[in-house]
């Protein structure tokens, strides 16, 4: 069964960092793509970021290219949001997703709450 746990989520101030964490198991992820997402309040589920497990390769969202940073650690099969420059708008539910290599996604996490205040 796979998982997907999220966690580093918290309260922090305009300007300021997190790192965003999803511990991932019950199979072998080789050939997925794991994402993050988002979910402001009365808004739709945003995708933020995706990693290639194999490749390594990356891509972003427009809207936090250069303050976002998706990276991976095979050897304890977590992948991370490196969030800088946070800002009010970026307060929201951060989910982590799995799928694989050009389909859709098919596993999630529970979610993390991020608020940054002003």
């Known amino acids: 069964q796979v998982q997907l746990v999220e966690s580093g989520g918290g309260l922090v101030q305009d300007g300021g960092s997190l790192r965003l964490s999803c511990a991932a198991s019950?199979?072998?992820?080789?050939?997925?793509?794991m994402g993050w997402f988002r979910q402001a309040p009365g808004k739709e589920r945003q995708f933020l970021a995706h990693?290639?497990?194999?490749?390594?390769?990356?891509g972003y969202a427009d809207s936090v290219k250069g303050r976002f940073s998706i990276s991976s650690d095979h050897a304890k099969n977590t992948v991370y949001l490196q969030m800088n420059s946070l800002k009010p708008e970026d307060t929201a539910v951060y989910y982590c997703?799995?799928?694989?290599?050009?389909?859709?996604?098919?596993?999630w996490g529970q979610g993390t709450q991020v608020t940054v205040s002003s």
């Open positions: 997703a799995a799928g694989a290599v050009g389909r859709s996604y098919d596993y």
């Open positions: 019950g199979r072998t992820f080789s050939r997925y793509a």
């Open positions: 990693i290639i497990w194999s490749s390594g390769s990356t």
